[in-house]
């Protein structure tokens, strides 16, 4: 009789990296392979100077996606501002999106001094926000024609809350929804960017892009370590090898 031998599945492994200026290409090339627009030569300058806030994913010491985001100290508060989050589509549904984004929420909670986080989110990428409110994000606010050359033009603002002063002036944009934001140019340019998830679901969060504001300051947390993922899907053909 023939017995027929499964493999068992290789155990994945998810890990975040530093961004540095021998890999910058790399987030460059994920960033224009997931995103719609291109990024100026500043928001790359500002990443780098970002430290724990913009992480290099590697699934299997391949580079497959990235997670950037900055320190935003308008409205009179301390908030985290998730500027791009995304993975190559092959990449999709083996976990990379969750460990991105638990990864903001641990370099929260270990600074300890922010009031929230928050991100834009096109108001009909039903998945998108449906994977982050899995998070505690909710919709504060819906700001129309926030996006430029982009259908549809209006964005959800979605925020996880940590502080009372956040809460209430979530609950004072919810109340009064006429303060709606038009984004100028200006506007497009610092407060626009895009979100690919890459975890349970295989999802896009579309925005659009610009170069970053003022480069965040650097977040007291430790050096995150690569994090074990089991899986039973094979691993995809690889799109960059280098780090």
Known sequence: MTRLMREAPARANIELGDVTHHNLKQLKKINTNVLPVSYNDKFYL??????????LAYYNDVVVGAVCSRIDTSENMRRLYIMTLGCLSPYRRLGIGTVMVQHILNCVERDGNFDSIFLHVKVNNKGAIEF???FGFEIVETKQHYYKRIEPADAHVLQKTLTKKAEVA???????PSHHHHSSESD???HQHHHQVANGDSHEVSGAGGAAQDAPANVNVNNHSSIQNSTSQQTPQAAEKNR
């Not at 500002?46 to 992480?55: I, M, N, P, T, Y």
């Open 132 to 134: 982050y409110k899995r």
């Open 188 to 190: 497009e340019h610092h």
């Open 170 to 176: 979530a609950a004072a944009a919810i109340s009064n």
């Open 46 to 55: 500002d990443v780098l100077e970002s430290g724990e806030l913009a992480k």
